[in-house]
């Protein structure tokens, strides 16, 4: 049938311990087995040592065994090694070393949460009382994983594996720059960079709504101003809201709501984004270290070391 969700990732990191105190405060439930869950759909992150900071591991939920099947006859046409099991397909990709392991997996249904009530000119949806947003006292717990970004230092190759091979759908376009790719009705479960080196720009996860980007957002930054990247703002491709922090290790993390989704494929049309727009539509200007990050050059002499 179908690619139908980002299912996890696996993130190599040289200090576990503390990266793995930090997901758990960002709300993710922690596992015995060096797991992480999110509310709605389970097992989602996984850490494991890494000299550097790096993506291990992504997979991907397909419907069936005739999803293996097409995938594996791509790739074999690509002229991609891959191994495949009745229930998966495991390639790496070149030009990242990412380990990618497509499973048959079931779907995830997430319970609709009701709408936020806003109040608006001439539209009165909340009265006689505070917002919902202020009056919140959980805590940001998100729903699921939403996206990878990597970097690449062959955007080509990525993207050919990862469109013809696997058989992500192209959203949008960033000039010269970048691809948004969806696995699921999500506008993207990955975005490839170019960039040069491979490398995790950061991941993505769902909450509620704008006020649960802000609140998590906060929680986080209370004892630790440090962990503060970006935001609070909205991306254009995808529209939605977000904040970007970071973890001990490097990754940055990002709390998201009001993603675009694309129900019918024949309705959306992938447009290239340029200058500012590839990158937001509003919010603070990003930082310098959100298109660099500071480790970048440490990661390029520990790989250049290592070979
Ligand atoms: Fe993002």
């Keep these: 049938m179908a690619l139908h969700r980002l299912t996890s990732v696996t993130i190599g990191v040289p200090n576990v311990e503390k990266t793995a105190a930090y997901y758990a405060e960002f709300g993710l439930t922690p596992t015995a087995d060096g797991w992480f869950l999110t509310r709605d ?6 850490l494991v040592y890494a000299p550097t900071r790096r993506l291990v591991e992504l997979r991907v939920g397909v419907d069936d065994s005739d999803d293996i099947a097409r995938v594996s006859s791509n790739l074999t046409q ?140 906060y929680s986080m930054l209370e004892n630790h101003p440090e962990r503060h990247v970006w935001g609070l703002g909205r991306h254009h491709a995808g529209s939605n809201f977000f904040w970007y922090l970071k973890d001990p290790a490097g990754n940055f993390s990002e709390y998201y709501s009001d993603m675009d989704c694309i129900l019918d494929d024949q309705l959306w049309t992938p447009e290239v984004l340029d200058g500012a727009k590839g990158l937001f539509n509003w919010g603070p200007p990003p930082p310098p270290s959100f298109l660099h990050p500071e480790d970048l050059a440490g990661l390029m002499t520990g790989l250049h070391s290592a070979r």
């Design 41 to 46: 759909a389970g097992r989602q992150l996984r």
């Design 78 to 217: 690509h002229g991609i090694d891959h191994t495949t099991s009745p229930t998966s397909v495991t390639a790496t990709e070149k030009a990242t070393g990412v380990r990618t392991v497509l499973e048959v997996a079931a779907r995830v249904i997430q319970q609709p949460v009701p709408g936020t009530r806003y109040n608006g000119p001439g539209r009165y949806e909340r009265s006689n009382e505070r917002a919902p947003g202020v009056l919140r006292t959980d805590r940001v717990m998100p729903r699921k994983l939403g996206h990878a970004v990597l970097g690449s230092p062959d955007f080509a190759i990525s993207k050919r594996f990862f469109v013809d091979g696997l058989g992500f759908k192209v959203s949008d376009h960033i000039k010269n720059a970048g691809v948004f790719l969806r696995c699921s009705i999500d506008h993207h479960n990955l975005l490839v960079l170019a960039a040069p080196l491979s490398f995790l720009h950061h991941t993505s996860w769902q909450v509620d709504d704008v006020d649960d980007v802000g609140r998590g957002a």
